[in-house]
């Protein structure tokens, strides 16, 4: 490890070390600096003391992954503090650790809603949807109309015969996502997680099943720039892809929708605004009638 990265990394230990109340781990006695001691924080660690006090001083060597989340948990790191110490331990941040997720913040849910013409949503690393605007239930899917399990958007481009029926270029479709979903699945550390869905999906549907035998992987960036929907009420309309990250949880995924002709950008807005908020969704403005339940790929 460089001279300037051990150093950093010594000085982010002892940092988050001394931040730490020792009465709050049981510990008692008077003490001359503040946090943890470093044989305390070893302990917890399940590591060498002589090792974590090298590491301190930047003279320990590249610790391993491993040594790292044992320290990150240790030291009772945040998310963002954890791939900071990742960072500055390995050159690279920790694989993503997945978490289930029942929603989203009212700060990211804000966001959505301020999307009045572009369908927009939030997908979990297992392609769960957890999040979305009344864009998005006018012109996708009213999602709050569904139990939470069946929010998954490969069971709606497979299972649903509507769903299928409103695509154009339904073949090259349902192949980028199986491959993206691959990717998202291996990246995040959940293919267990998947499992039932996957089995499910193969049993239900033979374009699935070959599609996932031909283990095909594709990221967000090699999909196509644009999306052609046919829509009851909006007619044929062609829709603007983009996918971003979602800061601090890198197992979340927020994708949205532009119209590219103005006339159709207005006539979201005019669906949107007749819909009433879902009762059942009262942080966010989820439309109560059904929609068209359009796959959002």
């Known amino acids: ?5 051990a150093s950093s990394l010594g000085d982010f230990l002892r940092s988050r070390r001394e931040r730490l109340d020792p009465a709050s781990f049981g510990l008692s006695g008077r003490r001359r600096t503040p946090g943890l001691r470093r044989e305390e924080v070893a302990q917890r660690a399940s590591i060498s003391p002589t090792w974590y006090t090298w590491l301190e001083q930047g003279r320990g060597g590249a610790p391993s992954a491993v040594v790292l989340e044992r320290i990150s948990q240790a030291l009772m790191l945040t998310d963002a503090e954890r791939e900071h110490l990742f960072m500055l331990g390995l050159g690279h941040p920790p694989e993503v650790r997945y978490r289930a997720v029942q929603g989203v913040n009212p700060r990211l849910q804000r966001l959505l809603d301020s999307l009045d013409a572009s369908p927009a949503i939030i997908k979990t690393a297992t392609w769960d949807v957890v999040a979305w605007n009344r864009a998005a239930a006018v012109v996708l899917t009213d999602y709050a109309a569904l139990p939470a399990d069946q929010r998954n958007i490969l069971r709606f481009l497979f299972r649903n015969p509507g769903v299928r029926a409103r695509q154009h270029d339904w073949e090259n479709i349902a192949r980028y996502v199986v491959s993206a979903f691959r990717a998202d699945v291996a990246r995040a550390g959940v293919s267990s997680e998947v499992g039932d869905l ?14 996932w035998r031909d283990n095909e992987v ?4 090699e999909s196509g720039s644009t999306k052609r929907l046919r829509h009851p009420e909006l007619g044929s309309i062609e829709l603007e892809y983009s996918a971003f990250s979602v800061d601090g949880r890198p197992d979340l995924g927020m994708i949205v929708y532009t119209p590219l ?7 979201i ?11 059942s969704q009262p942080s966010s403005a989820r439309p109560s009638r059904s929609s068209s339940a359009l796959s959002p790929e």
């Open 1 to 5: 490890m460089p001279v300037a990265a």
């Open 261 to 267: 002709d103005e006339a159709v950008a207005r006539r």
């Open 198 to 211: 996957v089995d499910e999906l193969r049993g239900a549907s033979a374009e699935f099943d070959a599609l």
């Open 269 to 279: 807005r005019q669906l949107a605004q007749c819909t009433a908020p879902a009762p």
């Open 218 to 221: 594709l990221g967000h960036a």
